[in-house]
């Protein structure tokens, strides 16, 4: 998980080292560390990164952190392991899930879905959702690399 925001943490700690290899090859470094979220709700070990224009979060890591995540054609869930409570919950606008996450810090979380088909078919598109997104402050989005 990562974010150039800083004033999104409730806890924070800075940690210099490593970095972070931008879309246009450019470099962020990694300036800390720590959660956002409230007293209900937080995500942990989410990196601060100088420079960085998105807000992204790694499904790959909500699993390593006993979370289940679900896509369904209309829907995505975001489930705690432990307890089977649903963290996260979206609808399916065309190829973008659109996840409420008010409960943690009043943002809004798009998910992207990555399928090699539909990114050689739809270049354009992703880049119009990358220039949109980038005029829009506290946007997470859930990242799926295959």
């Known amino acids: 998980h990562m974010t150039g925001d800083k004033s999104l943490f409730v806890k924070y700690e800075s940690k210099e080292g490593g970095e972070v290899t931008f879309r246009d090859n450019a470099k962020g470094k990694i300036k800390g560390v720590g959660s956002i979220g409230n007293l209900k709700t937080s995500i942990h070990n989410v990196l601060?990164?100088?420079?960085?224009?998105?807000?992204?979060?790694?499904i790959s890591q909500l699993c390593d952190k006993d979370c289940r995540v679900?896509?369904?054609k209309d829907s995505c869930k975001v489930i705690d392991?432990?307890?089977?409570?649903?963290?996260f919950i979206g609808h399916r606008h065309g190829n973008v899930y659109v996840v409420d996450i008010d409960d943690l810090i009043?943002?809004?979380?798009?998910?992207?879905?990555?399928?090699?088909?539909?990114?050689?078919?739809?270049r354009n598109n992703i880049a119009n959702i990358w220039a949109l997104l980038s005029r829009i402050k506290n946007i997470f989005l859930l990242a799926v690399f295959s």
């Open 48 to 58: 601060f990164v100088d420079g960085l224009k998105h807000n992204l979060l790694s």
């Open 106 to 122: 009043n943002i809004k979380c798009l998910v992207y879905m990555n399928e090699d088909s539909w990114l050689q078919n739809n």
């Open 81 to 87: 392991i432990n307890n089977d409570q649903i963290k």
């Open 70 to 72: 679900v896509f369904e």
